[in-house]
């Protein structure tokens, strides 16, 4: 069984009141949803919130480390685990994962689409577990929850009333998981594997149009900027035209580039990561999940945004692992390939028209 998270009352409270809502509406909350609510209990909501923050409560918008009102509170899974009546959700996660994992095992692609990802449509789901058709039930909390994961997201409708997820090979590493201790080491072990430092793009991935850019940074690198010159320079040139605002992402990228001169490594993972946060709607997507997984890549360029999503997790760890005994410094150098952020703009850049 899980290790029991030793949890104040206000704590519990607070986390039963969000999984309430989430089990009602088949939705996540917002802060500004159980702010009153718990203010009315006595509880400080600002403080007991943000306690949560971390291996309970997903964290907000990396600039910040308040809640503001329109902040989804998205539970993780070990906090469902903890709250009355979670459980049930915490079964069927957990009984869907080898099912899905033998299923994208004998997906064929057809010949058009071969980088395609398996699509499994909810109403299989459903009848896989034999869940019932309420509105906002348990197959609309299963769904919140697979698109949180990194082998799965939440696509749109096929038909009116049946939507689908797309699963990644990443699904593999949790084909014999039985128990949420076992998937949270599955997961513990990918998340590690992720962090180790990046190296030089592999001959076959690289662009000879950006090969001066894949060079990994050293003491003596040619360029003191991170995304060049004549990228910012088309964004800036669109940006007027263009339905989207583009001053933060010029910000960004102005910063970015300033932290990678000055060998600010941890100032710049935590920007590139939200820039990568910042431009999925150019794109069409609400996230950088789906803009990797789902945007109409080429077979180079997808695998740059593969590492870029692998990146995510690499930032995550910077801003949010806390101080221990053990030494976990970065470097500069353990920056993606700077190609994988070129090509990724000048995508952007053509879709600001």
């Known amino acids: 069984m899980t290790a029991e998270v030793p949890l104040s009352q206000d704590q519990r409270t607070a986390l039963q009141l969000i999984y309430d809502r989430f089990r009602a509406r088949g939705a996540w909350t917002t802060f500004g949803d159980v702010d009153r609510q718990l203010r009315r209990l006595g509880l400080n909501s600002d403080t007991v919130i943000q306690s949560l923050a971390g291996s309970l409560l997903l964290p907000f918008d990396i600039s910040r480390l308040r809640p503001i009102t329109r902040d989804e509170l998205k539970l993780s899974l070990r906090a469902i685990n903890l709250c009355q009546g979670g459980q049930e959700d915490i079964d069927s996660f957990l009984r869907l994962l080898p099912w899905l994992a033998e299923k994208e095992l004998e997906f064929n692609p057809d010949d058009a689409h071969p980088e395609a990802d398996l699509r499994v449509k909810m109403s299989e789901i459903r009848e896989f577990l034999e869940l019932p058709h309420d509105s906002a039930g348990p197959i609309d909390r299963l769904r919140q929850l697979i698109s949180l994961q990194r082998w799965g997201w939440s696509g749109g409708e096929i038909q009116p009333g049946d939507w689908f997820i797309q699963v990644d090979r990443g699904i593999f590493r949790f084909a014999n998981v039985s128990t949420l201790d076992d998937y949270l080491e599955a997961m513990n072990k990918w998340e590690e594997e992720g962090r180790q430092p990046y190296a030089t793009v592999p001959d076959e991935l690289i662009d000879p ?145």
Request: glycine share 2%; net charge negative.
């Open 209 to 353: 149009a950006y090969a001066f850019a894949v060079e990994g940074p050293s003491a003596d690198r040619p360029t003191d900027t991170y995304v060049p010159q004549d990228t910012v320079a088309a964004i800036q040139e669109a940006a007027p035209q263009s339905f989207w605002n583009c001053g933060k992402l010029l910000r960004l990228i102005d910063e970015l580039n300033e932290d990678y001169a000055s060998d600010r490594t941890y100032s710049a993972h935590a920007i590139l990561r939200a820039i990568l946060d910042h431009v999925p709607p150019v794109l069409g997507f609400r996230d950088f999940n789906a803009v990797a997984n789902n945007y109409d890549w080429s077979q180079t360029d997808k695998k740059y945004m593969k590492r870029l999503l692998a990146f995510k997790d690499q930032a995550d760890d910077v801003l949010h692992r806390q101080i221990s005994a053990r030494s976990d410094l970065l470097t500069i150098e353990d920056m993606p390939q700077r190609v994988c952020i070129i090509h990724l703009l000048q995508e952007c850049t053509d879709k600001l028209l």
